[in-house]
């Protein structure tokens, strides 16, 4: 019985060797399950801009005047002439702010306060096309400090022939007790003097509505505006900027020539001299 329960006992333990060791082999020949891997491509790379692009300045066109002779058509004779030896045709004022007074065959305009506006009319003759010429001495004048030359000027407003001691010049239409409007922009001029003292001729040639000025012989610029078309008067004047608070401008030598000429009526639009351009050789 004993020898019988043995055999069964040991069958036993056969069968949980057996099991045992195949459970064994099992797990070592189990083949280990490997991690998915990602087939998509990588993602691209940011690339490094060592000289990033910057924007490109657009070039600021500024146009000049130039001194191309322009022709004076229809200029006749002399009307009338001034050498400034009496003040019987002008207005003079004397005051703590300034003064007009002719003395020694000149107009003289001095100022002692800064944006102050003065300026003196001649009675006659009243003039609609004309040409006209005056010498300016800006004896003291500096900066945005002004002078020039007024015409076709009544009771209420005036063009203003303008030239600036930063050596611009333009053309304004004052309105009494009105800020000026300007007609044509500022531009640099070689013949405008820078500061002072100097000396520079004033030529204004009107034909019904066309303007064209000149310094020194030299054209400068044209103008067509129809506000003021009657008949008016001349004058000259100065004016202190903001920043200057005294200035002296004499004026002498003033010319009067009729003109007989028919202007047509272009755009009503400033014109200026194109500056000329070089071309490159081949």
């Not at 239409?173 to 002072?196: C, H, M, Q, T, W």
């Not at 100097?198 to 400068?220: I, K, P």
């Given at each position: 019985?004993?020898?019988?329960?043995?055999?069964?006992?040991?069958?036993?333990?056969?069968?949980?060797?057996?099991?045992?060791?195949?459970?064994?082999?099992?797990?070592?020949?189990?083949?280990?399950?490997?991690?998915?891997?990602?087939?998509?491509?990588?993602?691209?790379?940011?690339?490094?801009?060592?000289?990033?692009?910057?924007?490109?300045?657009?070039?600021?066109?500024?146009?000049?005047?130039?001194?191309?002779?322009?022709?004076?058509?229809?200029?006749?004779?002399?009307?009338?002439?001034?050498?400034?030896?009496?003040?019987?045709?002008?207005?003079?004022?004397?005051?703590?702010?300034?003064?007009?007074?002719?003395?020694?065959?000149?107009?003289?305009?001095?100022?002692?306060?800064?944006?102050?506006?003065?300026?003196?009319?001649?009675?006659?003759?009243?003039?609609?096309?004309?040409?006209?010429e005056i010498d300016a001495h800006p004896a003291r004048c500096?900066?945005?400090?002004?002078?020039?030359?007024?015409?076709?000027?009544?009771?209420?407003?005036?063009?203003?022939?303008?030239?600036?001691?930063?050596?611009?010049?333009?053309?304004?239409?004052?309105?009494?007790?009105?800020?000026?409007?300007?007609?044509?922009?500022?531009?640099?001029?070689?013949?405008?003097?820078?500061?002072?003292?100097?000396?520079?001729?004033?030529?204004?040639?009107?034909?019904?509505?066309?303007?064209?000025?000149?310094?020194?012989?030299?054209?400068?610029?044209?103008?067509?505006?129809?506000?003021?078309?009657?008949?008016?008067?001349?004058?000259?004047?100065?004016?202190?900027?903001?920043?200057?608070?005294?200035?002296?401008?004499?004026?002498?030598?003033?010319?009067?020539?009729?003109?007989?000429?028919?202007?047509?009526?272009?755009?009503?639009?400033?014109?200026?001299?194109?500056?000329?351009?070089?071309?490159?050789?081949?």
């Amino acid at each position: 019985m004993r020898f019988k329960h043995f055999r069964v006992f040991g069958f036993v333990l056969f069968t949980i060797i057996f099991l045992s060791l195949s459970a064994c082999e099992a797990e070592e020949t189990r083949p280990e399950l490997a991690l998915p891997v990602d087939a998509s491509p990588a993602p691209p790379t940011a690339t490094i801009q060592w000289f990033p692009p910057t924007a490109t300045a657009t070039p600021q066109i500024v146009q000049h005047n130039t001194s191309t002779p322009a022709p004076l058509p229809g200029v006749g004779e002399i009307i009338a002439t001034d050498d400034f030896s009496s003040d019987s045709a002008w207005n003079t004022v004397e005051s703590e702010e300034g003064s007009i007074i002719i003395n020694r065959n000149r107009i003289t305009i001095a100022i002692k306060s800064p944006e102050t506006h003065f300026f003196s009319l001649r009675n006659e003759p009243l003039l609609d096309d004309f040409y006209a010429e005056i010498d300016a001495h800006p004896a003291r004048c500096t900066g945005g400090d002004s002078y020039g030359f007024l015409f076709r000027a009544n009771d209420n407003a005036m063009y203003r022939y303008a030239l600036a001691c930063d050596g611009t010049v333009r053309l304004e239409l004052k309105k009494i007790y009105n800020r000026p409007r300007i007609l044509a922009e500022p531009i640099g001029s070689a013949d405008v003097p820078l500061g002072s003292p100097d000396d520079v001729r004033l030529g204004v040639w009107v034909a019904g509505t066309e303007m064209r000025f000149y310094l020194n012989d030299h054209y400068q610029f044209s103008v067509i505006d129809a506000q003021l078309r009657d008949a008016g008067t001349i004058g000259v004047f100065s004016e202190t900027a903001p920043e200057n608070g005294a200035m002296t401008v004499t004026f002498s030598n003033l010319v009067l020539h009729s003109v007989g000429y028919v202007s047509p009526t272009p755009t009503i639009t400033p014109t200026k001299t194109p500056v000329p351009t070089s071309t490159e050789r081949e």
